[in-house]
C-alpha cells in the first residue's frame, strides 16, 4: 500500500478516544515510535504527542492542556541512561510529563488512565521508586515488545487487534516513511507534519484491516 503521491484517508468513525504518548524523539528510538503509533491505531485509538503542539503560549501550559484532553496515556520510561552530549544529563521530560498525567488522574472530573512501559524488569523501582506497587509494561527495546504490551495494557471489552494485524500496519508504515519525509522536507520522522501523516497512513491500515465500514 505505498504512497504513490497521496496520503491515505481514514474512513469517518465514532469519535474515538486519543491517547497521549510520552516518549524520547531520537534516531534510535525511531522503529519503537512507529512501532506505538502503529500498535495504538489499530486499537482505533488517535495518538496525540507534543511534537503537534503549535507555537504560542507556554510550552508547559500546552502539554497540561494535551494530557488533560486525552483519555489515556503512555509514558516510556526506557531511555534513562546518560546521553552523549556533554554535560552528560539525564532526561527528565518523560518522568515529569508522567507526574502530570498521574496528577491529572488524580483531579480530574473526566477519567483518565495512564501506563508505564519500560525496556528492562525492576529498573523502575530504581529509576522511580515513587512507582513502586504500579504495573510497568516491559518491552525489551523491541517492537514485538511494544506490540505485546499494548495488548496487555489496553485489554478492553470488544474488538481487540491481533498482535499481526498491529506488525502489518507498521510495515505499511515503515514502507511509507521515504515519501512521507520526502513530502514534509525533512530527515527526521519526529516532526509535526511527519507525526501527523503517520497516523493518518496507520488508521487508514487499521480501517482496512481491522474495522468494517459503517454505514
Known sequence: MPLEGKLLVPRRR???A????NI???TDFQNLYLAYISGICAFGLIPRATLEI???ARRLDRIWRLI???RYAVHDLSRVELDQKRPPTPRFNMPFELGLSVAWEEFA????TWFVFEAKNRRLQKSLSDLNGTDTYIHDGRVAGVFRELCNAFNRPGLQPSVQHMWEIYAQVQKNVP?????AGTESVFQTRTFRDICLIANAVA???IFPATH
Not at 18 to 21: E, G, P, R
Not at 109 to 112: G, T
Not at 179 to 183: G, I, M, P, R
Open 24 to 26: 524520547p524523539y531520537d
Open 179 to 183: 515519501s512521507l519525509l520526502k513530502l
Open 207 to 209: 480501517d482496512e484491516l
Open 14 to 16: 465514532k469519535p474515538l
Open 18 to 21: 486519543d491517547v497521549f504518548l
Open 68 to 70: 488533560k484532553s486525552c
Open 109 to 112: 472530573r473526566r477519567k483518565h
Open 54 to 56: 503549535p507555537g504560542g
